[in-house]
C-alpha cells in the first residue's frame, strides 16, 4: 500500500481509531495502532478495493491474514458469485447512509461456523466533499447474538411445553431451532433407554435415516463415540475430527456416509445430576468450540433436558392419577361387595324382626326381637356412613331441593330419638323460635341426616342431664331465609385439640383401645360435608367435663304454600293397591335368596298381591313371555343371567310385556347405582335392606291409574 496515501487518510483515520487506541504511546506509528487493535479495523477506497485490514478483522472473517481475506472476501456486488463471504450488504449501508452503527451481520468461518459482527463505519471525505475512502471497525458480537437466541429459544420451549405434545415433537423443534441459529450445525438428541444401558433416538432432522437408525441403540460406555462417552461419563465430550479419534474407530465409515467430521456431545441433565441422554452437534469439517459454543451447546441440552423433565413429569402424575383411580375403584368395588354381602342378610334380619313384632308375642319375646332390630339398625347405620362418605370422596353425591315443612321434619327428627333419650333418663328440650318458617326449600332428607347424627351423639355422649334443641332462624332477607340449629348436651365435653379434628373421617375424641363408646367415627364428617354442601356453616363449642353445643346454619328458601306438593301435609302409609282395587295384582319376583323369597312372600303375601317367584334372570324372561303380570321385582345379582341382562331381553320382546314396570330391588347401594339402573331400562330402585312402606309405595306408584283396573295401556314405561 503507497504511504503517500496512507499519510493522506492518516488524520481522518486518527479520528475513527478506538479510545484506547488514541491514547497509547506516540512512538507508535499508525500501522502499528491499526495492527494492535482488538477490534476488526478496515480501511476502503472508492473503488470497492481494500486499502488495509487488520488480522482482528481477518480473523473475525475466518482468515489468518489480512491477505487470505482478501481472496475470498468482496464488497463488490457484481462478484457475489465469485467469493466466500460478501460484504457488500454491509458496505452498501455505509455508502447510502454516509455511516453506520452497528449493522449486525454473520458470516460462515471454517473456525466456529456462523459468526455474527457488527459493524460501524463511515465516509471520510475531503474538504470540499469528495469522499477519499471508508473506514470503520468491526466487533464479534457472535456470544451475546447466541446468548440473546438462547433466551428465545428456552421461551419458545417452554411455550411449547407448555402447549404440550409428545416428546418427540418438542426435541424436533428444539433441534430445528438451534440448526437455525448455527447454520452449518448438524444436531442429535439421543435419549437414555429405561434400563439405563444404551441411547435410543430422540431427533435429528437434519441427519440421514440411515444414520439414525444406526445409532438407535448406541451402547453406553467409555470410548463409544461421542455420545456413548457423554453418556457414561455425565461430561461433555468434544471430538475434533472423528476420523482420527479413536473412539470413533467403528463409526468412520458410518460417519463419512453421513459427511461429518466433528462431534461435540453434551450430557442432557436433570436438576438432580441424573443423564436423561446426549445433546450432540456435529460439523462436516474438522473443528473444536470456541467458549461461546461451550455455553450454546449447554444451553442447548439445557432446554431439551426441560422438555424431557417436563415430559417424565407429566408421565408420572399421568401414571399417578392412574395409580390413585385403580385404588379408588378397587376401593369402592370393594365396599360395593361387602354392601352387598351385608345388606342381604340383614334384608333377612330386619325384615324378619319387622314382621314378627307386628305380630303378637309375650313381653319378653317382644323385647328380645326389638334388640334384635335395633343391633340391626345400628348396623346398617354404620354401613350407610360409609357409603355415604364413598358417595361424597366419588363426587356422586347430589343436594336435592324440595319443598317441606321444615317445622314438621324437625319434630320426627326428634321423636326418633326421644325413646334413646327415656332409656338413659336424659331430659330432652325442644325449642322452636316463633320466626322459623313452616315451608321452605331444601333437601329434608339430609338436613334430618344432619340433625339425627348430631342428636345421636349428643345422647351417647351424655350419661346424666339433658339434650336441648334450639332452633331460630337468623336473618332473613326477601325470598331467602338463614336457619341455625343448636343442640347443647351436659356430658363429657371435648377438648380444644380434640375440637381441630373431631370433623375429620374416623376420628372420635375418644380413640383410644379402651373407649367407652362405639361408632365408626363417620358422622361428625359426614355431617360437615352434607352441611357444606347446602352451604352452610358447622361447627362446635365445648367445655370438658361440662359438655357441647355443636351447631348448624343453613341458607333456605322460602316456600309459597300452593308450591306443596299434594300429600306433604300429611303422610300416610300407602295402601296396597291389591286391597284398594278389589282386583288381583300379579307380580313376578326375581330373587335367588332364600331368606329374601321369604321375606317378600310375607309382606307381599299380607298385602294381596298374587306372586311368582322366580331365582334367575332366564327364568323371569320365560315367565314374562309365557304370563301377564302387572309388574317385576328383580334382583340384579342372581346366577347365569343377572337382572340387568334379564332387563334388556325383557325391553326387547316385541309383546306390550316389553313395557312392564321392572323394579331394581338390590343390596346395591353405591354411588351412582340407582341412575345406572334406571339407565339400563328399569322404572324404579329400591336397595336392601328393603324399607317395606318404600317399597309398597314404589309398587303403587307404577300400578295406579286413573282409568279402569287391568288397563294394560296405562303400565307404559315411564321416562
Not at 5 to 23: F, Y
Not at 119 to 131: H, M, N, R, V, Y
Not at 431 to 453: A, F, H
Request: hydrophobic share 40%.
Amino acid at each position: 500500500m503507497p504511504s503517500g496515501r496512507l499519510q493522506k487518510i492518516e488524520n481522518p483515520l486518527q479520528q475513527t481509531m478506538p479510545s484506547d487506541l488514541r491514547e497509547l504511546p506516540s512512538d507508535l506509528s499508525l500501522g502499528e495502532l491499526f495492527e494492535s487493535a482488538t477490534l476488526g479495523m478496515f480501511l476502503i477506497d472508492c473503488d470497492y478495493q481494500f486499502i488495509k485490514v487488520n488480522t482482528a478483522f481477518a480473523k473475525m472473517h475466518g482468515c489468518e491474514t489480512p491477505d487470505d481475506l482478501a481472496r475470498i472476501m468482496s464488497i463488490d456486488p457484481t462478484k457475489r458469485d465469485t467469493v466466500t463471504i460478501d460484504f457488500s450488504s454491509a458496505f452498501g449501508q455505509i455508502i447510502q447512509h454516509g455511516g453506520v452503527e452497528d449493522y449486525e451481520y454473520n458470516v460462515e468461518t471454517p473456525y466456529s461456523g456462523t459468526a455474527w459482527l457488527a459493524l460501524s463505519g463511515q465516509a471520510i471525505t475531503s474538504p470540499d466533499g469528495e469522499i477519499l475512502l471508508f473506514t470503520g471497525r468491526c466487533q464479534d458480537i457472535t456470544a451475546r447474538r447466541r446468548l440473546q437466541d438462547s433466551a428465545a429459544r428456552r421461551n419458545r420451549v417452554l411455550e411449547r411445553i407448555v402447549r404440550g405434545g409428545s416428546l418427540q415433537e418438542l426435541l424436533s423443534e428444539i433441534a430445528i431451532d438451534v440448526e437455525a441459529a448455527n447454520p452449518g450445525m448438524i444436531c442429535s438428541i439421543l435419549l437414555v433407554d429405561e434400563a439405563g444401558t444404551k441411547l435410543r433416538h430422540g431427533a435429528a432432522p437434519s441427519l440421514p435415516e440411515f444414520y439414525n437408525s444406526a445409532v438407535d441403540g448406541l451402547e453406553i460406555g467409555p470410548g463409544v463415540g461421542s455420545c456413548g462417552t457423554a453418556a457414561y461419563t455425565g461430561s461433555r465430550c468434544v471430538v475434533e475430527d472423528v476420523t482420527k479419534h479413536p473412539n470413533w474407530a467403528p463409526f468412520r465409515e458410518l460417519a463419512k456416509q453421513a459427511g461429518v467430521r466433528a462431534c461435540w456431545s453434551e450430557p442432557i441433565k436433570s436438576s438432580k445430576g441424573e443423564v436423561f441422554g446426549t445433546f450432540a452437534m456435529y460439523y462436516r469439517r474438522p473443528q473444536l468450540p470456541s467458549q461461546s459454543d461451550q455455553e450454546f451447546i449447554a444451553s442447548s441440552a439445557h432446554l431439551a433436558a426441560l422438555a424431557i423433565g417436563r415430559t417424565r413429569y407429566e408421565k408420572k402424575m399421568q401414571e399417578e392419577r392412574d395409580r390413585a383411580e385403580r385404588a379408588n375403584k378397587a376401593k369402592s368395588d370393594f365396599l360395593a361387595m361387602m354392601s352387598h354381602e351385608i345388606r342381604t342378610p340383614m334384608n333377612g334380619i330386619l325384615g324378619m324382626a319387622n314382621l314378627m313384632l307386628e305380630g303378637d308375642m309375650p313381653l319378653v319375646q317382644r323385647n328380645q326381637v326389638e334388640t334384635i332390630r335395633q343391633s340391626g339398625k345400628i348396623l346398617l347405620a354404620v354401613l350407610n356412613d360409609i357409603l355415604d362418605l364413598s358417595r361424597m370422596e366419588a363426587g356422586h353425591f347430589a343436594i336435592n331441593s324440595e319443598t317441606f315443612d321444615i317445622r314438621r321434619s324437625i319434630r320426627q327428627t326428634i321423636g326418633l330419638w326421644e325413646s334413646a333419650c327415656v332409656e338413659k333418663e336424659l331430659g330432652l328440650n325442644t325449642s322452636i323460635g316463633p320466626e322459623v318458617p313452616t315451608l321452605v326449600k331444601g333437601d329434608p332428607i339430609r338436613i334430618e341426616q344432619v340433625l339425627s347424627n348430631l342428636l345421636n351423639n349428643a345422647i351417647k355422649f351424655t350419661d346424666t342431664g339433658e339434650v336441648g334443641l334450639s332452633v331460630y332462624s337468623t336473618q332473613a332477607e326477601g325470598a331467602l331465609t338463614r336457619l341455625r340449629v343448636e343442640i347443647r348436651d351436659t356430658g363429657i365435653g371435648i377438648s380444644l385439640a380434640d375440637r381441630q379434628q373431631i370433623f375429620e373421617p374416623f376420628t372420635q375424641a375418644d380413640g383410644s383401645s379402651t373407649r367407652r363408646f362405639g361408632g365408626s367415627g363417620l358422622g361428625l364428617s359426614i355431617c360437615q360435608r352434607l352441611v357444606d354442601a347446602m352451604g352452610g356453616e358447622i361447627g362446635v363449642e365445648s367445655v370438658v367435663g361440662k359438655g357441647c353445643l355443636f351447631w348448624f346454619e343453613l341458607p333456605l328458601m322460602l316456600a309459597n304454600v300452593d308450591t306443596v306438593p299434594s300429600g306433604l301435609r300429611q303422610i300416610e302409609r300407602p295402601t296396597p293397591i291389591a286391597a284398594s282395587s278389589g282386583r288381583v295384582i300379579k307380580l313376578l319376583v326375581a330373587e335367588d335368596n332364600e331368606l329374601n323369597q321369604a321375606l317378600l312372600m310375607a309382606f307381599l303375601a299380607r298385602a294381596g298381591y298374587d306372586i311368582t317367584f322366580v331365582d334367575d334372570g332366564r327364568k323371569a324372561v320365560e315367565a314374562v313371555r309365557a304370563s301377564n303380570f302387572d309388574l317385576v321385582l328383580m334382583d340384579i345379582h342372581m346366577p347365569g343371567m343377572d337382572g340387568i341382562e334379564a332387563c334388556r331381553q325383557i325391553r326387547e320382546l316385541d309383546t306390550s310385556n316389553a313395557n312392564l314396570p321392572i323394579i331394581a330391588v338390590t343390596a346395591n347401594a353405591m354411588p351412582g347405582d340407582r341412575e345406572r339402573y334406571l339407565g339400563l331400562g328399569m322404572n324404579d330402585y329400591v336397595s336392601k335392606p328393603i324399607d317395606t312402606v318404600q317399597l309398597q309405595s314404589i309398587i303403587s306408584r307404577h300400578l295406579s291409574s286413573p282409568s279402569a283396573a287391568g288397563d294394560k295401556s296405562l303400565l307404559q314405561l315411564r321416562n
